[in-house]
């Protein structure tokens, strides 16, 4: 069964400071996808950036990068320069080929100190 | 401004009520999901429905029933609930393709009397 692996229940940055959440998974598949979402106390789920297994560049997506490490299964988000606006529940997500599936982890709250 | 959009959001009933949520998307998905999500966990994929069509129950209790009566509509009929269905039910669409992410609605958080 494939899962999905969040060890940092809570994050603080401070605003402007980078910070790195960690996802790691556990998968026998070779195509896959993975995303991160953002949900904010406003409830929507927002996709923040994904990642296809077969690329080997790391996404990026403005002030969001991952560092995807296949061999290891980690997907880590990193984000740059950090803004009151992206305090939220960070949720990483996997998602087999050929599967309508998510499955999601249990999620990071970051919080964004001023 | 969300691309999917849920109504209501926000609705009280008692566990002998009937009631309906509604989920719309025009992007042309033919993909659409209901997921349950309590609090500071993460969403629970309940049913996805293809080309109108059911293709996943995770073993939902009857009480709930899904339908779509056409590509842009999605609706989820309750019938008396518990006090433990009481949570944010979340909707999604997405395009049939793998790489494609899904697009979440805002939600309706449902209580349970």
């Known amino acids: 069964a494939q899962t999905v692996t969040q060890s940092q229940p809570e994050m603080s940055v401070q605003e402007a400071e980078t910070v790195t959440l960690s996802c790691t998974y556990d998968?026998?598949?070779?195509?896959?996808?993975l995303f991160w979402y953002k949900q904010p106390p406003s409830r929507q789920m927002i996709l923040v950036i994904r990642?296809?297994?077969?690329?080997?560049q790391n996404a990026t997506e403005n002030r969001f990068s991952v560092n995807f490490q296949k061999a290891a299964k980690s997907f880590s988000l990193k984000i740059s320069d950090s803004q009151l606006g992206d305090a939220a529940m960070y949720f990483c997500?996997?998602?087999?080929?050929?599967?309508?599936?998510?499955?999601f982890g249990q999620g990071t709250r970051l919080t964004i100190n001023p | 401004d969300t691309e999917v959009t849920q109504t209501p959001k926000h609705l009280v009933m008692g566990m002998t009520n009937k009631k309906s949520l509604k989920c719309e998307q025009h992007?042309?998905?033919?993909?659409m999901y209901w997921y349950k999500q309590k609090a500071k966990k993460p969403p629970e994929l309940m049913f996805v429905?293809?080309?109108?069509?059911?293709?996943i129950n995770e073993s939902v209790p009857s009480r709930f029933s899904p339908e779509c009566p056409n590509s842009s509509l999605l609706n989820l009929h309750l019938h008396a609930l518990q006090p433990e269905d009481s949570a944010l039910y979340l909707c999604?669409?997405?395009?049939?393709?793998?790489?494609?992410?899904?697009?979440f609605g805002d939600g309706t958080r449902l209580s349970i009397l």
């Open positions: 429905y293809s080309y109108e069509k059911l293709s």
């Open positions: 998968t026998s598949e070779s195509d896959y996808y």
């Open positions: 992007m042309g998905h033919r993909a």
């Open positions: 997500a996997y998602r087999v080929q050929g599967a309508q599936k998510l499955v």
């Open positions: 990642q296809e297994a077969y690329k080997q």
């Open positions: 999604a669409s997405s395009q049939f393709r793998d790489d494609q992410p899904q697009h």
